[in-house]
């Protein structure tokens, strides 16, 4: 199926991806107050499974969809998906993403290609394949879940804070592009979270994820997911990740870059 092939017709629907754990299950349990079908996009089908056993005990409607973002035609697996069920994108949360820690030459270059490929192409892919749909109903919305690390250059971790801030300027772009349609388009940038991300990402061996406070994933989700239904443009869900991004808007370029590069070093 192409990708621009997610149906038209069906009952409205909010399309979580990265909905195993961390901020994007908490979404998944924030929005389900709407009281729309929430469709779980993941790699984990256990988990996935779990949460929406979750969900439907407390009389929600979630349906369950493993999918490896990276795989072909990722897009066309969903737009199936919700043809199947009946079902139309009437929200897309994009949260899946994933980071490494490490130089550029010490990576193994598949690596840092996927995360680029997940955190930017695949978002970007889902996003236009909702958006048109969206606009032509003249409702529905684009949560798009970025970082503070979308506002700073990345050394010790350059592909994954370049698909943060590749994230952010799309996000821009189309929030101006559909304004006055109906639609919300919404970038979620906390900064360090409780998720299994740090665990995985080996981010919190650096200086910069030890000193900073962590937020918790169900705190950022329900800032998140009420900042999007308000209709603003981008989210800070505390203080400090307001603070950093403001911060490193201020700092010249090259004396940033010097500081996170100290910052990213591991402990």
Not at 173 to 189: F, I, M, P, Q
Not at 199 to 212: C, D
């Amino acid at each position: 199926m192409p990708t621009s092939a997610w149906p038209e017709k069906g009952r409205p629907a909010i399309v979580i991806t990265g909905a195993s754990s961390g901020i994007g299950a908490e979404l998944a349990r924030e929005s389900a107050s709407d009281g729309l079908p929430i469709v779980l996009v993941a790699r984990n089908r256990m988990s996935l499974a779990t949460l929406a056993e979750e969900l439907a005990a407390a009389g929600h409607e979630a349906h369950v969809l493993a999918l490896d973002l990276q795989a072909p035609d990722a897009a066309g697996t969903i737009g199936a998906m919700l043809t199947e069920a009946g079902l139309i994108c009437d929200v897309l949360v994009n949260n899946a993403g994933y980071g490494l820690i490490g130089a550029a030459v010490d990576l193994p270059a598949a690596e840092q290609i996927g995360i680029l490929d997940v955190n930017l192409r695949a978002a970007a892919e889902l996003a236009l394949a909702a958006l048109p749909g969206m606009v032509r109903r003249g409702r529905g919305g684009l949560l798009n879940v970025g970082s503070i690390a979308g506002f700073m250059p990345g050394p010790g971790m350059a592909s994954y804070y370049a698909s943060k801030a590749a994230l952010r300027s799309l996000s821009d772009a189309w929030w101006a592009e559909t304004r006055g349609s109906g639609v919300a388009v919404t970038l979620l940038c906390p900064g360090p979270v409780k998720t299994p991300f740090l665990e995985r990402s080996g981010a919190k061996e650096t200086r910069l994820f030890q000193m900073l406070p962590k937020a918790t994933a169900a705190a950022v989700a329900r800032r998140g997911w009420a900042g999007f239904r308000r209709g603003k443009r981008i989210v800070f869900p505390d203080p400090m990740s307001w603070l950093m991004a403001r911060a490193c808007a201020a700092l010249p370029r090259g004396i940033l870059l010097r500081i996170m590069s100290r910052l990213q070093r591991k402990q």
